[in-house]
Nanobody, 117 residues
Framework: QVQLVESGGGLVQAGESLRLSCACA??????????MGWYRQAPGKQRELVAD???????NYADSVKGRFTISRDNAKNTVYLQMNSLKPGDTAVYFC?????????WGQGTQVTVSS
């Protein structure tokens, strides 16, 4: 059983920063071999990829967050992070953690990020 628990969301003003964390509870070596990602979904919009990081540490970002967000992982802590700087009102959404392993995808429950102007 895989469980992903996000934390770190909140209400901030434009220009401020937040760091999201996603703790993965799973047996064995799951986390070390999983590709991890952060997605977001704003009201009335489809869920979209924000950033992902492979098990080897290669990263990928949506164009809208390049230069502002940084994804990282700590395999010793089974945790993936999303550092979000220079936040904009357009970043307001529920942020979801994703783990991709083989042919399976696992999701967290999401954490709300609200950026006021």
């Amino acid at each position: 059983q895989v469980q992903l628990v996000e934390s770190g969301g909140g209400l901030v003003q434009a220009g401020e920063s937040l760091r999201l964390s996603c703790a993965c509870a799973a047996s064995g070596i799951f986390f070390s071999f999983a590709d991890m990602g952060w997605y977001r979904q704003a009201p009335g919009k489809q869920r979209e990829l924000v950033a992902d990081i492979t098990r080897d540490g290669d990263t990928n970002y949506a164009d809208s967050v390049k230069g502002r967000f940084t994804i990282s992982r700590d395999n010793a802590k089974n945790t993936v992070y999303l550092q979000m700087n220079s936040l904009k009102p357009g970043d307001t959404a529920v942020y979801f953690c994703n783990a991709h392993f083989g042919r399976s995808d696992y999701w967290g429950q999401g954490t709300q990020v609200t950026v006021s102007s």
